[in-house]
């Protein structure tokens, strides 16, 4: 009985792996860095033995502090609850790992590292943490098993009557030696079972009502980063991170002709029209000039799927239709994104949809699962009901946006050099040179104005004024948000109807997976100018492909890889559910049926005696060329994976004859199997005395034995004598020889033996 040594460095391993889980899934590099500088602190001070357990009393008012703080967070800061439970669990598991005392202690660290990852698997579905979280159940199944043995180890000592200094030291090694490889072992067995299992539940076992129910927990990407949001507004002036988190993967045909990024796609979110300062803020922002209501709401799905239907609308199709196919990871938006000109839509999983005809914006409960969806646009201007534009007459010829900034902003559009003097007074109807108009609008700002995320350096021209006329009279420079508001509101100030689009700009093509990538750097705003041809787009940002830093050749490779691997991981395994169940247990029945009634007929063939050769080649699908194969590969794997095992069993036979052979039976199986494979030498000398009835009696011992073959020549007994103390070396003393060093001693065997042969002896 020993301390199993084994165990604090797979615990540390275990809450490390924990602790890194956690990190990734909030997106929190400096609680990444804290815990890991804490682990090795602590692993330092126990490794080096100036490790000393905190009082208990510290370890609780460390414990309340925490608990304090993360009830102030929850209380005070903007953030889901889990986020700051998460830390809690951080928290508490570093205090107790510098509390540590006894196995109480360690069970403990033991499930608040499980609990962290239980916190972090709601929280993300990537691949890479999929992998981590793989690493970590293999590890606490190990950790969990050497804890148990611990334990057990414990109560052993204290109940043992021998005191620990008096234990046999050959009797520890003997622990030593065999405890390691028997938890392997047990480790691997223990995971493949349930690896095996946990993949036949997923794949066959249905999916509960509850999927997805603490997705509102989820924590979501800091308001600092470049993303898509429901509101646009410039409370920030400083230097904006970009933010490569991938939103969604978007397959695109043209008139069923795949679109293989040759060019970029505007994916519209929503739109807002009226620009100002609302009561409760201090900054202005943009909002929707009234509230809305959907003209259509209705729970869509596929088709195939209790009777649900997909959504129509009733635009009239385009000589040009454009056919999307999007995988929306889980971002808590409550938008579906699609290309202008919506026909029709359609969902892999019941959503409810919210379609406003009034802007084209399709809206969904908040997606907290992968949701994939299919919809056809017309991508072209699309016009607006009559019935409500004349509804709202009076409403687009007197703009709802601040007044008093329409008017300085008026003034600046009103130069020759905007407009070039083509602006003029404008009332409903809509005259003809309004797209002209927003043409040159559109190039004065692509032209004149710079695109930047960092503002930092204009903090004080933005000071008292309005960010949209300091960025037109006084900055000339920002980034999409800016330019759209300009255009929309130059447009709106000489009583053009215009609209600032919220979505995505899709130009990343993946050409490993044939697919857009749609992250959130990507989120971009647009315009949309009501003109005779309808809503028509325009994007006034400028440089923003120059300034947007790409990553190419062989990293970009590699980053579209991993791409494409987190895209199959979320297509097959995130987002499998009820209907790919059905689906797949669908396809087993129908290849075991197949294969059973082709069987049958081939079965059948057989029978009829002289067409036996027609029936094995002939045209039934079961003897195709592909099945043939299969089937030809499947019984060579079988045929060597049977010879193997037969080698190994006649192998393993012959080692433990061996091993009898040179008095090892006594010894457990796995040291006569090794001991057998060093010693072969000695066993092929030992034979070769018995040819020549020379045999050991069973009083001596192998050196007294090789000491007694005096009357053998000099040569022959010298060298038996050489490797007898070799033998000795291997059986008694843990030597071991290399494959080359044992061929070189059966070849010194050989030669003994054709000197006994020639002398007669």
């Not at 927990?217 to 400083?238: E, K, W």
């Not at 020549?692 to 011992?701: K, M, S």
């Amino acid at each position: 009985m020993y301390d199993i040594k084994q165990f604090k460095p797979t615990l540390y391993t275990l809450v490390l792996l924990g602790l890194v889980g956690f990190s990734m899934a909030a997106e929190s590099m400096p609680l990444l860095l804290f815990s890991v500088a804490a682990i090795a602190l602590n692993a330092w001070l126990v490794m080096s033995g100036r490790f000393s357990p905190l009082p208990r009393w510290l370890a609780n008012i460390a414990t309340i502090l925490a608990l304090l703080y993360v009830v102030q967070q929850i209380m005070t800061a903007h953030g889901p609850p889990l986020m700051f439970i998460g830390q809690f669990l951080v928290l508490l598991q570093i205090i107790k790992l510098f509390e540590q005392r006894a196995n109480r202690d360690y069970a403990q660290l033991l499930v608040l590292s499980l609990l962290l990852m239980v916190a972090a698997c709601i929280n993300t579905a990537s691949l890479m943490f999929g992998i981590l979280f793989i690493l970590y159940l293999v590890v606490s199944l190990y950790c969990c098993l050497i804890f148990h043995l611990k334990v057990e180890a414990d109560k052993a000592k204290a109940a043992f009557a021998i005191p620990e200094e008096k234990i046999s030291p050959a009797t520890l090694r003997q622990d030593q030696r065999y405890l390691a490889s028997s938890m392997r072992r047990l480790t691997f067995l223990v995971s493949t079972v349930s690896v095996a299992m946990a993949v036949v539940v997923f794949l066959f076992f249905p999916r509960g009502a509850g999927q997805g129910v603490l997705g509102q927990l989820q924590f979501r990407p800091a308001s600092a980063l470049t993303g898509f949001s429901d509101r646009v507004s410039f409370d920030q002036i400083n230097q904006i991170k970009q933010n490569e988190e991938v939103v969604a993967h978007l397959t695109a045909w043209r008139n069923d002709q795949p679109v293989e990024g040759t060019q970029t796609l505007l994916l519209r979110g929503y739109t807002l029209d009226v620009y100002g300062t609302e009561p409760l803020r201090s900054k202005p922002q943009w909002t929707r000039s009234r509230p809305r209501t959907p003209s259509g709401e209705r729970e869509i799905g596929d088709d195939s799927a209790e009777g649900r239907a997909s959504f129509s609308t009733t635009l009239d199709p385009a000589p040009v239709v454009w056919r999307q196919k999007v995988l929306l990871k889980p971002s808590g938006s409550r938008y579906l994104f699609a290309l202008p000109g919506l026909l029709n839509l359609k969902s892999a999983r019941p959503v409810t949809v919210r379609y406003y005809r009034d802007d084209g914006s399709i809206q969904t409960d908040p997606v907290i699962l992968p949701l994939e969806y299919e919809a056809v646009s017309n991508n072209t201007p699309t016009r607006p009901d009559s019935l409500s534009l004349l509804s709202r007459q009076v409403t687009i010829g007197r703009p709802e946006s601040d007044p008093e900034v329409l008017e300085q902003i008026r003034q600046y559009t009103l130069q020759p050099q905007v407009t070039e003097g083509l602006a003029s007074e404008h009332i409903f109807p809509i005259e003809a040179d309004n797209e002209e108009i927003a043409r040159r609008i559109e190039h004065h700002l692509r032209t004149n104005f710079q695109y930047t995320l960092d503002l930092t350096d204009s903090r004080r021209l933005f000071k008292d004024s309005d960010p949209v006329v300091a960025f037109l009279t006084k900055v000339k420079k920002g980034h999409c948000e800016y330019f759209a508001s300009a255009m929309t509101l130059m447009c709106q100030s000489l009583n053009i109807p215009a609209r600032i689009v919220v979505g995505f700009k899709c130009d990343e093509y993946n050409t490993i997976s044939g697919q857009y990538i749609v992250r959130q750097s990507h989120a971009h705003t647009w315009v949309e100018v009501l003109t005779a041809r309808g809503w028509v787009t325009f994007d006034p940002t400028s440089g923003r492909e120059a300034n947007t830093k790409r990553t190419t050749g062989m990293m970009q490779s590699i980053k579209h890889f991993v791409d494409f691997l987190e895209y199959k991981w979320a297509e097959k395994v995130v987002a499998y559910e009820n209907r790919d169940r059905q689906q797949l247990i669908r396809q087993l029945d129908n290849a075991m049926t197949n294969a059973t009634y082709d069987a049958s007929n081939w079965l059948l063939k057989l029978r009829k005696g002289s067409d036996w050769l027609t029936g094995l080649t002939g045209e039934s699908s079961f003897w195709n060329t592909s099945f043939r194969i299969l089937v030809a590969v499947i019984i060579l794997m079988i045929i060597v994976i049977v010879s193997l095992i037969v080698m190994y069993v006649i192998q393993q036979r012959r080692l433990r004859r061996r091993a009898a052979r040179i008095g090892l039976d006594g010894l457990p199986v796995d040291q006569q199997i090794r001991l057998a494979r060093q010693l072969a030498f000695y066993d092929q000398l030992t034979q070769a005395l018995h040819r020549h009835n020379i045999f050991r009696p069973l009083h001596l011992t192998p050196l007294e034995f090789s000491e007694s073959l005096v009357f053998l020549p000099g040569q022959v007994f010298d060298a038996i004598r050489r490797l007898t103390n070799l033998f000795y070396r291997v059986r008694f003393g843990n030597a071991t020889l290399p494959p080359e060093r044992q061929r070189r001693l059966e070849n010194l065997v050989q030669r003994l033996t054709e000197e006994l042969d020639a002398s007669g002896a």
